[in-house]
């Protein structure tokens, strides 16, 4: 799947999310509420199928907070960037851990940061 497949295939899970150009990789942004359900259709979307959470870690911009999570298909070899804008006065985000359990060690590290 080239770039320009998958950017339709990841707008059609979720119309809005926003789009980086440049860089090596595909990087979206979404909101923290539509993450939930955005991730796991990541993992379990037949052709997608990012299996590989290998990063994810949190951005601090003084005025607000950016999680940044690093997926890759296994099967596909595909790879992107899901980014997620956070407020610093009420940081929060749902755990993807129930999908990927490498998230359990990263989100904790990023937790552990922020206090």
């Known amino acids: 799947m080239n770039r320009e497949e998958l950017q339709l295939k990841l707008q059609a899970l979720s119309p809005a999310i926003t789009f980086e150009e440049g860089g090596e990789w595909l990087n979206v942004s979404i909101i923290a509420e539509e993450w939930k359900s955005f991730s796991n259709s990541l993992k379990f979307t037949p052709g997608l199928d990012f299996d590989y959470l290998f990063c994810l870690t949190c951005i601090d911009w003084k005025t607000h907070l950016t999680m940044v999570y690093h997926f890759t298909s296994t099967i596909h070899r595909h790879n992107f960037v899901v980014k997620i ?11 993807v851990s129930h ?7 990263h989100e904790r590290e990023v937790l552990n940061y922020s206090e």
Do not use: C, I, S
């Open 85 to 95: 804008k956070l407020d610093r006065t009420k940081p929060e985000v749902e755990t």
């Open 99 to 105: 999908t990927w359990r490498t998230a359990e060690f």
